[in-house]
């Protein structure tokens, strides 16, 4: 993987900053950013309808690549404004009623716990959340508990929280739930462009993904992963558009056959085609390559923020590139004040965002930071090295 040349691909990065709130909303490549403004371009002087169809060929080409970014196929993928459209159209597919049990952790992302809360609040359904392990990690036999005693509809885990850097293990939940015949659904948010992400070794029914963090995409753009079987078994979500069904009868439509029918018929097109570039990039240099030094950055941060005083908020056996710290007395105001004068960029997340998992670790909040390939071990030692001198 060559830094410079990635460096060089970025013009976000051409006036010295150290860039680290990938976790929030990354940098661009150049490739993605052009691919947006030509294609708008070509909409301001023909219209969208025509060039829609001219480059339907290469529209068509997001579904190969991000389908290949998970190792999935290209009809099981459909294309979001972001992670939560995602998120809502799969749970909008399943047929609540009340009583129905949905199983998910402490560490979900805060816009599913709300979303679960709502359903429970309209529908009646019931939110039960497995427990954790003393070490932090999901505790599995907790799980095969509640699945006997509720028989859940669903199963939802979040595979790397935004509030900590803690790796959930997606992939033993999804055995769990295909011995038990259990629709599982996974926000993989924060892990699709930071690491490997394989929809058949997690062996979930739904996955869903965000453009604008590790994958390097534009904002308002994801997308959605749909099983062969929800789709054999007609799932779809509650209000279908002509992109999802024809109308065959005066009272009757036919569903798409691929997880198009998650999709509306209006989208940017020049979004989803930023989304295909970014995408594309990450295939090219390879997600087990970005993986692997994405861990030893983040390896490193920590060790030197714990060797420095900081308390470091990460507790799993397995940590992602999210790095989540406060100073010794809780303090965040003077970390991001040395951050700020430096130009580092980084993000701060408070009680509110992560309500169960800060509740456990007695803390209001953490500054965040979240490393990417196109930074360098020297830029981390940087760092390292002026926050350290802040507790001085």
Known sequence: MNIDKIKQDTRGLEDGKIFLNNAGSSLMPDIVTDAIVDYLKLEELSGGYYVANVNADVLDEFYDETAKLINAKPFNMAFATSATEAYAKALSSIVFKADDVIITTADDYISNQITFISLQKKVGVKVVRMKNLPDNELDLEDLEHLIREYQPKLVAVTHIPTNSGLIQNVEAVGKICREHNI?????????????????????????????????RGPRGTGFLYVSDR??????????????GADWTEYNDYELCRTAKRFEHWEMSYASMLGLKQAARYANHIGMDVIEQYNQRLSQKLRENLRDSGFSVWDWGNRLSSIVTFSGPDGDLEKIQKVLKENHVYFSVTYRNSALIDFTNKNINGIVRLSPHYFNTMEEIEKVSEMLKDSLE
């Open 183 to 215: 629709l599982y659904l996974v926000d993989a948010c924060q892990s699709v462009g930071q690491m490997v992400v394989d929809v058949e070794k997690i062996s979930c029914d739904f996955l869903t993904a965000t453009g604008r963090k590790f994958l």
């Open 230 to 243: 929800i789709l054999e078994q007609d799932y779809a979500p509650l209000l279908l558009d002509m992109r």
